[in-house]
């Protein structure tokens, strides 16, 4: 493998390994979720995640590498300390808010991988694709959050403490 595959295969596995975190934290979500819309959101997502990370792996075995099969111990350790908070809080807002937080690190992983111009124009074009589908799930994620807050700031005005 040439020296630019090796760096192209090491921030695609990188990217990978994102995907899969978010693909795991969309799956615990769905688990914790009480509203059946979210849950099936959250279901929906965890599996467009998967399929991207299968896609990005296809990349790098493409260009001579080994892709990554497992997500990061940071997020694993970050998801465990969530499902406290999610335990101690248990409401949609909290599980969305942990998510769209999420998909705030796994976006910003994505944006810096376009900006390294060490990679090549093919890998960064694949990227650009993903970078995509990653940006709507965020996005869509942020607008469901801001709507579970409109609901409940609506609420506490109308039934005060």
């Given at each position: 493998?040439?020296?630019?595959?090796?760096?192209?295969?090491h921030?695609?596995?990188?990217?990978?390994?994102?995907?899969?975190?978010?693909?795991?934290?969309?799956?615990?979500a769905?688990?914790?979720?009480?509203?059946?819309?979210?849950?099936?959101?959250?279901?929906?997502?965890?599996?467009?995640?998967?399929?991207?990370?299968?896609?990005?792996?296809?990349?790098?075995?493409?260009l001579?590498?080994?892709?990554?099969?497992d997500?990061?111990?940071?997020?694993?350790a970050?998801?465990?300390?969530?499902?406290v908070?999610?335990?101690?809080?248990?409401?949609?807002?909290?599980?969305?808010?942990?998510v769209e937080?999420?998909?705030?690190?796994?976006?910003?992983?994505?944006?810096?991988?376009?900006?390294?111009?060490?990679?090549?124009?093919?890998?960064?074009?694949?990227?650009?694709?993903?970078w995509?589908q990653?940006r709507?799930?965020?996005?869509?994620?942020?607008?469901?959050?801001?709507?579970?807050?409109?609901?409940?700031?609506?609420?506490?005005?109308?039934?005060?403490?």
């Amino acid at each position: 493998m040439s020296n630019a595959n090796r760096h192209d295969v090491h921030v695609l596995n990188g990217l990978i390994g994102a995907t899969l975190d978010s693909a795991d934290g969309y799956r615990e979500a769905a688990d914790g979720a009480a509203d059946p819309g979210h849950r099936d959101l959250f279901e929906r997502r965890a599996f467009e995640r998967r399929r991207l990370a299968e896609e990005l792996s296809f990349t790098v075995r493409n260009l001579g590498g080994e892709p990554h099969a497992d997500g990061s111990i940071l997020a694993k350790a970050q998801r465990a300390f969530t499902d406290v908070k999610h335990a101690l809080l248990r409401d949609e807002l909290t599980i969305v808010g942990a998510v769209e937080s999420a998909e705030d690190q796994v976006k910003a992983r994505f944006e810096k991988a376009l900006e390294d111009s060490d990679i090549s124009a093919t890998t960064r074009e694949t990227i650009r694709r993903a970078w995509t589908q990653v940006r709507d799930g965020h996005d869509q994620m942020r607008d469901l959050k801001h709507s579970l807050q409109g609901q409940r700031d609506a609420g506490s005005r109308l039934f005060p403490h």
